[in-house]
């Protein structure tokens, strides 16, 4: 198959677009932007097109896929029994980076949800998103356009790399904005759970509807568990080589990375990420720095794990960040990454 890479600067009768949305009618695939990550996407109520996201990513078909739509009264016609605070999280954080799962509706078959019986939906931002969804119909399946367990894509050049000769087309809307996957709340739960963290946090959705949970078993270890959102049950984001995280002093955490590099330096390709204003204290090494905000963190993050890749590191060694609002999910990407290495300083 060949894979069409196509620039695209505008979306109102964009060209491109009719022929993307052309492709996703059809039962086919087609990779494109959104504010967090780049998505792959196929007709969300075509049982075919989730089969063909899950044979094209490498992904277990029992992670469920995310139900992309472009209008708020889009949602009803796919969930059942949802809230009066769903709408509200909706008419505040619609579009942008929040996913809600609801039970679902028969009109969406069980290869899309990954056998369960709810539904995870969300309203992108990104204007060529929000376009193609539109013109495919309303109802867009897709998760992150990258092969299974990788890095999530932030740029199209990522999705080429892992997806070129599987899929017909990728739109290259440039590099995204957000760079962490949406925020996902569990609203078939007694109380409003997340499930995964991203941009938007708990603190921003209290002050709304009131009390939310936050899931403590974020990745399920138990095998026989059907995961009930993306990424809860499979190590994801990884690079090629093996990652820790540091955590602790800054002092002692530059020691210890610092002693980790002496003792493999000699032997294997070591990188290290971390923050611009500890960057002093890994001059003498291979790093790469993250940032120091957590917006411009949760930005680098996926792209630096590539970099990695690209130069063939064998061990990662990255400095932890605080885990409270976005700070907690990007520890939760590299814990993920890390497969739950951590070392304590």
Known sequence: ??????????????????????????????????????????????????????????RPSDNPLIVHICKIEDLKKIAKNIPDKAYTLAEHFWPGPLTMIFDKKDCVPDGTTGGMDTVAVRMPSHPVALELIKQSGGFIAAPSANTSGRPSPTKAAHVYEDLNGKIPMILDGGA????????????????????????????????????????PGIIASDSSIKPKAPGMKYRHYAPGGALTIVRGDNERTAEYITSQVQKYGESKRVMVLCLKDHEKNFTHVQHLVLGNDMQEIAANLFSALRICDEKKADLIYSEAVEERGLGRAIMNRLKKAAGGEIVDV
């Open 1 to 58: 198959m060949i894979t069409k890479l196509i620039k695209i600067a505008q979306t109102s009768e964009s060209e491109e677009i009719k022929q993307a949305s052309e492709l996703i009618r059809q039962g086919e695939l087609v990779a494109f932007p959104t504010e967090t990550v780049y998505g792959l996407g196929g007709d969300a109520l075509q049982p075919d097109a989730a089969s063909k996201i899950y044979a094209a990513k490498g």
């Open 176 to 215: 995204v904005g957000i760079g962490l996957e949406s925020t996902i709340v569990d609203f078939t739960s007694q109380v409003p759970t997340i499930l995964r963290p991203g941009f938007l946090t708990a603190e921003d959705f209290a002050p709304l509807i009131g009390e939310v949970f936050i899931d």
